[in-house]
């Protein structure tokens, strides 16, 4: 099945899996849209650092993950996350937590083989 077009729901309960299959601790801070929701995902190295990453059109037209913010202090993070909420509210946003900076956002099936 095509991921693009995969409810969001269900996108992020088999990140959720995917990750705790390889003993990555990550949790679901906010839920937003089972549908149709976008999807933003919070890296905490556990050091008072963090990375971004939400999803974007590549050129060739398919979505790809995208790091927003690199390393930044996590209240940093944690503001742009707010404004994302304020713009939508239908925004899922997802916290894993890992001091080896594993997401797995680039395995296949999650958007990275695009």
């Excluded at 929701?37 to 993950?65: E, I, Q």
């Amino acid at each position: 099945m095509d991921e693009a077009r995969l409810a969001s729901g269900l996108w992020v309960s088999a990140y959720l899996a995917r990750l705790g299959l390889e003993g990555i601790p990550a949790h679901v801070v906010r839920r937003g849209d089972a549908t149709a929701g976008a999807v933003a995902v919070k890296l905490a190295t556990m050091d008072g650092r963090a990375s971004l990453f939400t999803r974007s059109y590549r050129l060739s037209g398919v979505l790809g993950w995208d790091e927003t913010l690199a390393a930044e202090s996590e209240a940093t993070v944690d503001q742009a996350l707010a404004r994302a909420r304020a713009r939508d509210p239908d925004l899922w946003i997802i916290e894993v937590e890992d001091p080896k900076g594993r997401h797995r956002l680039d395995a296949p099936g999650l958007g990275g083989e695009d």
